[in-house]
């Protein structure tokens, strides 16, 4: 087989299976986008407070 057959066919293998993806609809993918941000938001609070805590504590043992 040469090379230009096996690009051909595997272009011919990659459009079949793009046609099998399924896309997610725009409410669930808002909905999606939305709870990454919320949980982004949440843990660098979290991280925040956390070092805010520990250097409060190292600053007062040193």
């Known amino acids: 087989m040469s090379r230009i ?3 051909q066919k595997y272009m011919r293998e990659v459009q079949i299976e793009a046609k099998k993806v399924v ?3 725009r ?3 808002v909905q ?3 709870v990454v941000m919320v ?7 979290f991280l ?5 805590i520990l250097s409060w504590f190292v600053q007062k043992v040193i």
């Open 5 to 7: 057959a096996a690009v």
């Open 23 to 25: 896309w997610p609809e």
């Open 27 to 29: 409410k669930e993918t």
């Open 32 to 34: 999606t986008t939305l």
């Open 39 to 45: 949980m982004v938001i949440f843990v660098a609070l």
């Open 48 to 52: 925040w407070l956390t070092d805010s």
